[in-house]
């Protein structure tokens, strides 16, 4: 398969550019009767007084205690039997106001754990279950973002820490003899009818005869003879074509070096770490084909070996988007090793980049390995000096200082 003569649209940024040292709650008329009878007991009083008016009846034996005595007023009628305490508290007491029905319905459950003073300190470092706000001195859950295509065919995903949707293709979800043709198509398809005119380039391909490859000429899609390169392999002149799903493309301006990369529609479609789903092509009058995107290369930055020959592994940073760091093979390749004057990072050899490390100007810097803290010579350190730390797959990188 001949090499395309495509210029690459790089959707990111090199690392360089962003790095040096800068690159998250009544008793009523009770006992009224007894009023009523103590009246009673006056009345008989004002009646004994009338019959009784002489001087002999009026003494002390006829009006004295014994008739108007406490027999008929005392405590006996009046008393705390019938308005004391014992009906009051059975009515108001604290079963009805007390401390057990207020701590039910005002407790800190329902006012959640005090303690926050901004958002920030409510923040769990995830991104896919919503952001984290601090309402009142208590943090509150976000609104987790929901990722659905809506199509039957696709696993829908939330990918930290970026919080992007990734919506891959699943085969298995469709009939026996179908494949999922999403994002182009709203389903499953058979196998035998191809969804994409005139081909499809992601892989399952489809649309070609058998022994052929959907692939580009120009910005047009053809069936071509398919070739073996895997997604990383050399190619152009005088090497094998790359396979199905694949296309040859160079790796920089500066060399003539290529290599088989592979068409995708998602993160899902890319395989290794530091590979996404980011890269567009220009036909050679320099606009944009579109409807394709590849993936970039998964590499190792602090191996010489992990890209084809007159390229390097080079980590990039998105320019748009979540900022995620990637990794992609570039050339030309430098001879700069540490502490040698740079301008970008093909000045450089490879396993070094172009970066202000030490605060001396750009140099060539050598990448390390900050997880284990190895890949420095004797004499310098493995260190961060990136405000976001480079974290690739499960490694981060850091640089010899």
């Known amino acids: 398969m001949r090499h395309l003569s495509f210029s690459l649209v790089v959707g990111f940024s090199l690392l360089a550019a962003c790095a040096s040292g800068a690159a998250r ?24 007084g009338r019959v009784d008016l002489g001087s002999t009846d009026l003494g002390g034996a006829d009006l004295g205690t014994e008739d108007l005595g406490a027999t008929d007023l005392g405590v006996e009628d009046l008393g705390a039997i019938d308005l004391g305490s014992p ?3 059975t009515d108001l007491g604290t ?47 976000g609104t987790p973002i929901v990722c659905d295509d809506g199509i039957a065919c696709t696993t829908n995903n939330c990918l930290e820490p970026s919080g992007t949707c990734d919506f891959a293709r699943n085969d298995s979800a469709c009939p026996a003899g179908q494949t999922c043709t999403a994002p182009t198509a709203s389903g499953c398809a058979s196998s035998g009818m191809c969804s994409e005119s005139p081909c499809r380039l992601i892989s399952p391909q489809c649309g070609c005869p058998t022994g052929q490859a959907c692939t580009l000429s120009g910005a047009t899609r053809v069936c071509a003879a398919a070739g073996t390169g895997t997604t990383g392999s050399t190619c152009g002149a005088g090497t094998l074509g790359c396979s199905a799903g694949n296309a040859c493309i160079g790796l920089g301006t500066g060399t003539t070096t290529a ?15 530091g590979a996404l789903c980011i890269l567009r092509l220009n036909d050679a009058t320099g606009t944009e ?10 590499c190792n930055p602090l191996s010489t070996t992990s890209c084809p020959s007159g390229s390097a592994c080079r980590i990039f940073v998105e320019s748009m988007g979540a900022g995620r760091y990637l990794t992609h093979c570039e050339g030309p390749v430098g001879f700069g090793t540490r502490g040698a004057p740079c301008i970008d990072d093909g000045d450089c050899t490879s396993g070094f980049a172009c970066l202000n490390g030490r605060g001396l ?7 390390c390995n900050l997880t284990t803290g190895s890949g420095c010579s004797i004499g310098t350190t493995c260190v961060n000096i990136f405000t976001v730390p480079v974290t690739i797959g499960t490694t981060t990188y850091g640089v010899c200082i």
Request: charged share 25%; aromatic share 2%.
């Open 259 to 273: 290599a088989c990369e592979r068409f995708c529609a998602s993160d899902a479609d890319c395989s290794g770490a």
């Open 95 to 141: 079963a009805d106001l007390g401390a057990p029905d207020l701590g039910t319905d005002l407790g800190a459950r329902d006012l959640g754990p005090p303690g926050c003073t901004s958002a920030a300190s409510c923040q769990d470092g995830l991104a896919c279950n919503g952001v984290e706000a601090c309402i009142g001195g208590a943090c509150r859950s």
């Open 87 to 89: 009906d009051l508290g």
């Open 361 to 367: 100007g750009t140099e060539c810097t050598r990448w």
């Open 289 to 298: 084909i579109p409807g394709v995107t590849l993936c970039t290369l998964s």
């Open 25 to 48: 709650r009544p008793p009523g008329d009770v006992d009224a009767g007894f009023r009523r009878d103590a009246g009673d007991d006056l009345g008989l009083r004002a009646d004994m």
